[in-house]
């Protein structure tokens, strides 16, 4: 079965460390505001390990955000985004095969799919309230409201993205490379 991915307890381990290198990324840059590895580590595990290890790895990061965090409406941003983004680099493992051509690509789709996220967060903050009693829905004046949560917060979107951009143009191919060899190695 050399190649297979078959074995669920290595698979189980490579998604719990996946997820715990998600969570602590996160939290060990937290100081800068708006710069993080997630969409790196999310992008190489969805290219190297699948869907597979990556979906549940996202969820463990999601849960493990609630944990810390508490419930708001960052979490459904953050359901939407981060699967996306595990279900788009799976498919881009499908059809980029050279290695430059991948670096190049998870560079180009990772800064779109962060800049994506300043859309999606900016359109669930307008739309969405919480408070103790759950989440509302308020579509009054949209188009207004989301320009100005969207200006608002135009500073911390634009640090984001061209962050992501250099991480993952500087990183991603060698963590792809690294983890290419691993799964070759335990599978």
């Not at 829905?137 to 188009?143: I, Q």
Request: glycine fraction near 6%; hydrophobic fraction near 60%; proline fraction near 2%.
């Amino acid at each position: 079965m050399k190649g297979k991915f078959s074995n669920a307890a290595l698979r189980l381990c490579v998604t719990a460390l996946f997820a715990a290198v998600m969570v602590g990324g996160k939290e060990a840059l937290a100081a800068l505001p708006n710069v993080e590895v997630v969409t790196l580590v999310t992008a190489v595990c969805a290219f190297c390990w699948g869907a597979a290890v990556c979906l549940p790895a996202v969820a463990a990061f999601i849960l493990a955000e609630i944990a810390v965090w508490g419930v708001n409406t960052w979490v459904i941003s953050y359901l939407l985004h981060w699967n996306v983004v595990a279900a788009v680099f799976c498919l881009l493992s499908k059809f980029v095969k050279k290695p430059l051509s991948q670096a190049v690509a998870a560079t180009v789709v990772g800064t779109v799919l962060t800049a994506l996220f300043s859309v999606v967060t900016s359109a669930v903050d307008t739309l969405i309230g919480y408070t103790g009693n759950g989440f509302f829905w308020d579509g009054s004046d949209f188009a207004s409201r989301f320009a100005v949560m969207y200006a608002a917060g135009s500073a911390f979107f634009l640090t984001h993205v061209i962050s992501n951009a250099v991480i993952l143009a500087v990183a991603f191919l060698p963590l792809k490379t690294l983890n290419e060899k691993i799964k070759l190695r335990l599978c």
